[in-house]
Antibody
Framework: EVHLLESGGGLVQPGGSLRLSCAAS????????MTWVRQAPGKGLEWVSS????????YYADFVKGRFTISRDISKNTLYLQMNGLRAEDTAVYYC?????????????????????WGQGTLVTVSS | DIQLTQSPSSLSASVGDRITITCQAS??????LNWYQQKPGKAPKLLIY???NLETGVPSRFSGSISGIDFTFTISSLQPEDIGTYYC????????FGPGTRVDIK
């Protein structure tokens, strides 16, 4: 059974940094795409970033590009999201999700298409 | 960027009713669209992938279809456990979600 457990959320001041972790189990971590999706309080879902299983290509939403970095440690079966330059509008529950991927000829690499399994989320609050 | 619009934004229906949610893309995304259910306080759950394929283990009362840039999600007979918010998600150009449709029981 797939299990994803996020951690690392908390209260941080504007401009600060935080690193989220997602510990994965129950599947071959190195061969599946992983994604971060966030949800601001009372709002909808927002795709943040993905990393492909094959090749480890990374993808970002425009609103986090240059501030957030997605990475993974295959030896630890753990996904990370390093968040720098945090803003009030980054306040949200951050979910990690595992899913399938496909080869995108436009990008010349694999990237995720759907998100099969999700963690329970970790809350990030950016406030002074 | 691809924009997704969903309608209605919310609906209230009786148990046993057939309900339909529409998701429209701002450009042709072929069949690169999925549907998720999110119950209050829970993580989303994948229901339909590639516009019309039912995820394993999902009840057959859920279905999806496509007509051009319009995607339709249907619950053929609404059940009390179907309460929640439903989101479409495209992956034709990176990824994005629609704004969601809240479903509750009348």
């Amino acid at each position: 059974e797939v299990h994803l457990l996020e951690s690392g959320g908390g209260l941080v001041q504007p401009g600060g940094s935080l690193r989220l972790s997602c510990a994965a189990s129950g599947f071959t971590f190195s061969t599946y795409a992983m994604t971060w999706v966030r949800q601001a309080p009372g709002k909808g879902l927002e795709w943040v970033s993905s990393i492909s299983g094959i090749g480890g290509s990374t993808y970002y939403a425009d609103f986090v590009k240059g501030r957030f970095t997605i990475s993974r440690d295959i030896s630890k079966n753990t996904l990370y999201l390093q968040m720098n330059g945090l803003r009030a509008e980054d306040t949200a529950v951050y979910y990690c999700a595992e899913g399938r991927e496909f080869y995108d000829s436009f990008w010349g690499s694999y990237r995720p298409n759907y998100f099969d399994n999700w963690g329970q989320g970790t809350l990030v609050t950016v406030s002074s | 960027d691809i924009q997704l619009t969903q309608s209605p934004s919310s609906l209230s229906a009786s148990v046993g009713d057939r309900i339909t949610i529409t998701c429209q893309a701002s450009q042709d995304i072929f069949n690169s669209l999925n549907w998720y259910q999110q119950k209050p306080g829970k993580a989303p759950k994948l229901l339909i992938y590639d516009a019309s394929n039912l995820e394993t283990g999902v009840p057959s009362r859920f279905s999806g279809s496509i007509s051009g840039i319009d995607f339709t999600f249907t619950i053929s007979s609404l059940q009390p456990e179907d309460i929640g918010t439903y989101y479409c998600q495209q992956y034709d150009n990176l990824s994005s979600f629609g704004p969601g449709t809240r479903v509750d029981i009348k």
